[in-house]
């Protein structure tokens, strides 16, 4: 076991750590990319966004729902050759570590298709990426404002949405398995990323 001095929290070097194993789990399967920008390092998860088999009509952004796939793992892969689906553009997900919170934060940008269209609005974005209502009623009935919010990547000092890292700590120490660094990163997405449209199997 990669063990953790203080789970649900981590220092610099254990979130580094836990994403070396994130990567060895999943790079072969969903699109990942390490950044480094200002000595630190962040990860980079793709996943594009479909518009349904047969749209009706030229949709306004505020009608588009994504596509939910029968297979979790499946909707964060690269496009399969032979899919049917239109893609109407990109969401891109960053996981920062956050010194405040001591855990990672998740941070993210819908690109329309011609990739110059960068959605950020709220109730756009949770539209877009939030398929089940009960969840939409969950992000929006957080205080403060509800669990989504725009502020600047920590990183990169761009706007991006972010989900609002107050509950993780909570979240993680619910969950009924042993966590330590190999596991974590996968256990804490599979959390927090399926209320954005980021689905993991465990």
Request: charged content about 25%; proline content about 5%; aromatic content about 8%.
């Amino acid at each position: 076991m990669d063990e953790l001095g203080e789970f649900p929290f981590l220092t610099r070097t254990e979130f580094l750590r836990s994403i070396d194993h994130f990567e060895e789990q999943f790079g072969s399967i969903i699109e990942i990319r390490r950044d480094t920008c200002k000595q630190q390092q962040f990860l980079r998860i793709y996943k594009s966004l479909f518009l349904p088999d047969e749209p009706d009509g030229d949709e306004e952004i505020d009608e588009i729902d994504e596509v939910e796939d029968p297979d979790p793992i499946e909707a964060l892969a690269a496009d399969v050759p032979g899919d049917t689906r239109t893609a109407c553009g990109q969401v891109e997900y960053h996981v920062v570590y956050s010194a405040s919170w001591r855990v990672p934060v998740l941070y993210m940008r819908v690109l329309l298709s011609d990739q110059s269209q960068v959605v950020l609005d709220i109730e756009q974005v949770t539209k877009l990426l939030v398929a089940d209502q009960q969840m939409r009623g969950a992000i929006e009935a957080v205080e403060f404002g509800g669990a989504l919010g725009i502020q600047d990547h920590p990183v990169l000092n761009e706007p991006f949405v972010y989900l609002h890292p107050c509950h993780t700590a909570t979240l993680l120490r619910a969950v009924g398995v042993p966590i330590d660094a190999s596991n974590y990163m996968s256990a804490w997405l599979s959390l927090t990323g399926s209320a954005v449209g980021l689905t993991l199997k465990l």
